[in-house]
């Protein structure tokens, strides 16, 4: 098995909504926010050989919506999906499985593509792999999420016959090497994929860590649909990358791709930081 960092390019949202009820003098020391009070995150994606199989875990934001969609979320830096599986030595074409941690634009955008008037997957040679609770929740979103679940983001998937739903059990295996955790205080049924690499457990944060700066258990997202599910869930994983000295890969923090976590005086906090291909 090999393990890449595939980065997709950074946006911004609105640190209060980051930060939830943290006041913006705390969070700022690690999170500083712009004029408009947004603050920069990163669309890292994980891509994963094994056993013939090549394993996109989530999308980015994509390149199909509107230039006034995208206007709300700044989008910068020269990464992009294509680019970086190029710098690898592969195309999209090559990808054969995609595994969608939950179906936020944020994460599932770049799933599907547009040519002219259709949408259409964009790895059109691949399995997509969602989970069937998290789908309905999606395709009938509440009033608080609609926003984030776009039917052009998630419907095509559907259509085009790529789609496949992975069992809802906790620590379901996807690859020898590769099982499946479910939280839902972020939305329901999220992914996370834990992975057994170079001797190491491999925990791939989404957005029950967005980056280090979240880590103090309080410290949970105003888009956390439930926030005392986050922080249960928070308390039970953070727990366990203690005891089990996981690396966190953190799919939105600007700076860091991984960390370990350790305990002290002031509650989990970062052992180190630092970058996959650095294990």
């Not at 967005?210 to 949970?220: A, E, Q, T, W």
């Amino acid at each position: 098995m090999t393990l890449h960092t595939i980065d997709t390019g950074f946006f911004k949202l609105d640190g209060g909504a980051m930060f939830g009820v943290v006041p913006k003098s705390i969070w700022q020391k690690t999170n500083p926010a712009d004029d408009n009070n947004m603050c920069t995150w990163a669309m890292r994606c994980l891509l994963v050989e094994d056993a013939g199989r090549l394993i996109l875990i989530d999308t980015g934001i994509g390149n199909k919506q509107s230039e006034k969609f995208f206007s709300h979320y700044y989008l910068h830096g020269d990464a992009t999906m294509d680019s970086s599986l190029k710098k690898l030595g592969f195309h999209r074409d090559d990808i054969t499985d995609v595994f969608l941690t939950h179906l936020h634009f944020d994460h599932v955008g770049g799933a599907v593509e547009r040519n002219g008037e259709t949408l259409a997957p964009a790895f059109k040679n691949a399995t997509y792999w969602s989970n069937e609770k998290h789908w309905e929740w999606a395709i009938n979103p509440n009033e608080r999420e609609k926003a984030s679940f776009l039917k052009e983001n998630i419907m095509p998937i559907q259509e085009s016959g790529q789609l496949k739903f992975i069992d809802v059990r906790d620590g379901v295996q996807f690859t020898d090497n590769f099982n499946v955790h479910f939280v839902s205080g972020h939305t329901d049924s999220m992914m996370l994929p834990l992975i057994g690499y170079k001797g190491r457990k491999i925990l791939y944060m989404a957005d029950l860590l967005p980056s280090v700066g979240h880590l103090p258990v309080p410290y949970v997202m105003a888009y956390d649909m439930f926030p005392l599910t986050t922080i249960s869930e928070r308390k039970k994983y953070w727990a366990e990358a203690v005891a089990n000295d996981y690396v966190l890969y953190l799919e939105h923090d600007p700076i860091n791709e991984c960390c370990t976590v350790q305990e002290t005086d002031k509650g989990i906090r970062v052992k180190e930081a630092f970058k996959l291909n650095e294990l």
